[in-house]
């Protein structure tokens, strides 16, 4: 087996009763596109998923990244789905799906992509993690525990083949930039720049031995689109490899025991917890949320996925969902006690992203229908004071 591309491309075209999930029937009909890609040799194998109300396709092949044919057949289901979420009147529908017609890549084009191409080791265990209601910077804090954090992953000190480190590409998503920065040696430059999560987003992170190379990737697509205009709200996605030098499949989910504040619930405006939702329970109900993350593990081997079916067959695998085990209730509790209670802030700070981070907004509209009324401070209070002494005290007019 040679190298293998897994490419995990994912949109919103639509959900029911607003932004909750999509249509079992759009999944049913993005699964009957890729089944006819795999007919035609454009993937191997794929998984179709989801988390709240956006749409994941999992898909394996020997094409590489950005790959025009493994794209046009993403679009194409995607464009499938929209397609059966108009003719429901659905919400939202092809609201990812910013382009008439396919050119090329799907960068650009509403959909978020997050691909990884590697030399298959004899057992290839992944994670595919998926989030609804947030941004792809999110990730930052949970990968930085996973691969730089050794009170996380004890992997990092007891494993020789993690012992030496990662190494993280970051973007800047102003600058339209990135910088690959060494952990354990540059830990407090990469954090210095990572915290700051309206600016920076982890793109990628690698193994420093060389024959395991890639170890994790995020969709971080619209954070570079339109050059200038920021449009970085985009429910992301991440591909992590597991285990044989790279973090174990529970050290990877560790960092989902605290449920860290993300941006982007409801209206993509507000701070709210992460909370670790199953796949089949991942609608957004609550606040259009709270904000989502579903983890799916499965294998792949000789460029096929395997998960937890009876009998292995192209397009019909069943992943373990992390989640659903109750014993991530405890965290479910946390979260829902703290997504209450931010909540009970309205439209004040700190539950609201701060103006410019709004994902859409109408203040300026209501800032320019008042600019009028706004009146200078000072000479407003010398025409209060004379108002209210008229005649009485100031008597030198
Ligand atoms: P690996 O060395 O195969 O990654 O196994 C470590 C492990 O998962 C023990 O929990
Ligand atoms: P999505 O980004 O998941 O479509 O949600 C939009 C929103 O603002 C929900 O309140
Ligand atoms: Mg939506
Ligand atoms: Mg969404």
């Avoid at 407090?188 to 395991?212: M, P, V």
């Avoid at 019909?316 to 109750?326: N, Q, S, Y």
């Avoid at 992203?353 to 407003?380: F, G, I, K, M, N």
Wanted: glycine share 8%; hydrophobic share 40%; proline share 6%.
């Amino acid at each position: 087996m040679g190298k293998v591309t897994l490419s995990l491309i994912k949109a919103d075209v639509g959900s029911v009763a607003g932004h909750t999930r999509p249509h079992p029937k759009m999944m049913e009909v993005a699964k009957e596109v890729l089944k006819d890609g795999v007919k035609a040799g454009t993937i191997n194998d794929f998984m179709v998923a989801r988390c709240g109300d956006d749409i994941s396709l999992i898909m394996t092949h020997e094409k590489g990244e950005n790959n025009e044919q493994v794209h046009k057949l993403a679009w194409d289901a995607f464009s499938a789905a929209a397609e059966v979420a108009k003719k429901f009147g659905l919400y939202g529908a092809g609201q990812d799906l910013l382009s008439d017609a396919f050119s090329g890549n799907i960068r650009g084009l509403g959909p978020g992509a997050a691909e990884m191409t590697f030399e298959e080791r004899p057992s290839e265990p992944i994670i595919a993690l998926l989030a609804d209601k947030t941004e792809p910077s999110a990730f930052n804090l949970p990968l930085a525990r996973i691969y730089a954090d050794p009170f996380t992953t004890t992997g990092l000190v007891i494993d020789s083949r993690m012992h030496e480190g990662f190494i993280f590409e970051v973007v800047d998503v102003k600058e339209n930039k990135r910088i690959l920065l060494k952990t354990p040696e540059e830990l407090h430059d990469l954090l210095a720049f990572i915290g700051d999560i309206t600016r920076y987003a982890i793109k990628r992170i690698y193994s420093k031995q060389e024959n395991i190379g890639i170890a994790a990737v995020v969709s971080t697509e619209k954070l570079s689109l339109l050059a200038g205009k920021y449009v970085g709200k985009d429910d992301p996605v991440a591909l992590i490899r597991l285990q044989s030098g790279l973090p174990a499949a529970g050290e990877v989910t560790q960092p989902f025991a605290f449920p860290a504040l993300v941006s982007g619930w409801m209206r993509g405006s507000h701070w709210g917890p992460w909370l670790p939702s199953a796949m089949d329970y991942s609608n957004t109900t609550f606040y259009d949320g709270p904000p989502r993350i579903v983890a799916l593990g499965f294998q792949v081997k000789d460029g096929k996925l395997i998960g937890i079916e009876e009998e292995p067959k192209v397009g019909e695998h069943k992943p373990v969902d992390f989640f659903a085990d109750p014993a991530w209730d405890k965290v479910r509790h946390m979260a829902m006690e703290q997504a209450i209670y931010i909540r009970r802030h309205g439209p004040f700070m700190p539950a609201i992203l701060p103006p410019e981070e709004l994902e859409y907004t109408t203040l300026p509209q209501v800032r320019s229908r008042l600019a009028d009324r706004w009146e200078d401070y000072e000479a407003a209070q010398l025409h209060s004071l004379k108002e209210e002494y008229k005649g009485e005290h100031i008597v030198h007019e």
